[in-house]
């Protein structure tokens, strides 16, 4: 059992910052991928980025790359997504997963999810 908990939500103005948190407790922590997702409001959960177990390996939805970075810390046992030049649009809760193979479409655990909020 892996529980997920997000952190570093907020309001940001339009071209700011943000780094988002997912502290991780349970079995195995390290050997799972990492993902991060969001939902705005009356819309589809979106993919934004996921980490291999080692962190060699990362991925990124359309709407991230360029802009944001996903990280990990295997001995904090906390995975980030460094989010800059933010938008209106990406606004939303964002929840961080945990995968046990990564790059599979399925994700085994989630966390309750951290609220951002970008105005213009």
């Known amino acids: 059992q892996v529980q997920l908990v997000e952190s570093g939500g907020g309001l940001v103005q339009a071209g700011g910052s943000l780094r988002l948190s997912c502290a991780a407790s349970g079995h195995a922590f390290s050997s799972y991928a990492m993902g991060w997702f969001r939902q705005a409001s009356g819309k589809e959960r979106e993919f934004v980025a996921a980490?291999?177990?080692?962190?060699?390996?990362?991925s990124y939805g359309n709407s991230a790359k360029g802009r944001f970075a996903i990280s990990r810390d295997r001995a904090k046992n906390t995975v980030y997504l460094q989010m800059n030049s933010l938008k209106p649009e990406d606004t939303g809760v964002y929840y961080c997963?945990?995968?046990?193979?990564?790059?599979?479409?399925?994700?085994?655990?989630w966390g309750q999810g951290t609220q951002v909020t970008v105005s213009s």
């Open positions: 980490i291999s177990w080692s962190g060699y390996s990362t």
């Open positions: 997963a945990a995968q046990k193979s990564y790059g599979g479409s399925d994700y085994d655990y």
